[in-house]
T-cell receptor, first 114, second 117 residues
Framework: AQSVTQLGSHVSVSEGALVLLRCNYSSSVPPYLFWYVQYPNQGLQLLLK????ATLVKGINGFEAEFKKSETSFHLTKPSAHMSDAAEYFCAVSWGTGFQKLVFGTGTRLLVSP | GAVVSQHPSRVICKSGTSVKIECRSL??????MFWYRQFPKQSLMLMATSNEGSKATYEQGVEKDKFLINHASLTLSTLTVTSAHPEDSSFYICSALVKGPGSEKLFFGSGTQLSVL
């Protein structure tokens, strides 16, 4: 079955440090890939998405992700963490068209310490 | 940005009762809405796709008679958990799809935590 794996349910970084959240998917066929962020008591918000254009995708709030077909990965990074980045992050993949049939990872909670 | 309102945010009910969750698109029309369920420490799982004016399409393993979905208007979809049991306790999330010229966007509600006693 198609699946999405997010390594680490919790990631802790210091303010100003590099943020790296990992995401791997199970298929060799390049699908659509997404990263979402969820702040407390809010809905998921789209950070960025890959749709077979450039492999390095830039999103909002300084985040970016690189699609690596050979590694079936789509890791999310940010050069310098900010306190406001503390949230739950979800990787999602669609093997259909666009947003149809999204398959989500289990989420990674990012903790940012002063 | 577009807002999807999901209500209630939290509900506690007795076993055997039914619970209705509403998902509203506040400033746009959504022909398609999705319903997901998330168990603790697990990923969001798509339950069904709801299209305005037609029957919902359920994912494999989701009981359509237990999880009734109604999408009677372009701004409202409802999920009714019928005869709820403790194993139905979960976090339910809706999303609404907006289609524009050459693009589409998906907006999520903030979720409903259902606890069945």
């Amino acid at each position: 079955a198609q699946s999405v794996t997010q390594l680490g349910s919790h990631v802790s970084v210091s303010e100003g440090a590099l943020v790296l959240l990992r995401c791997n998917y199970s298929s060799s066929v390049p699908p659509y890939l997404f990263w979402y962020v969820q702040y407390p008591n809010q809905g998921l918000q789209l950070l960025l998405k890959y749709t077979s254009a450039a492999t390095l995708v830039k999103g909002i709030n300084g985040f970016e992700a690189e699609f690596k077909k050979s590694e079936t990965s789509f890791h999310l990074t940010k050069p310098s963490a900010h306190m406001s980045d503390a949230a739950e992050y979800f990787c999602a993949v669609s093997w259909g068209t666009g947003f149809q049939k999204l398959v989500f990872g289990t989420g990674t909670r990012l903790l940012v310490s002063p | 940005g577009a807002v999807v309102s999901q209500h209630p945010s939290r509900v506690i009910c007795k076993s055997g009762t039914s619970v209705k969750i509403e998902c509203r698109s506040l400033d746009f029309q959504a022909t398609t809405m999705f319903w997901y369920r998330q168990f603790p420490k697990q990923s969001l799982m798509l339950m069904a796709t709801s299209n305005e004016g037609s029957k919902a399409t359920y994912e494999q393993g989701v009981e359509k008679d237990k999880f009734l979905i109604n999408h009677a208007s372009l701004t409202l979809s409802t999920l009714t958990v019928t005869s709820a049991h403790p194993e139905d306790s979960s976090f339910y999330i809706c999303s609404a799809l907006v289609k524009g010229p050459g693009s589409e966007k998906l907006f999520f509600g903030s979720g409903t935590q259902l606890s069945v006693l």
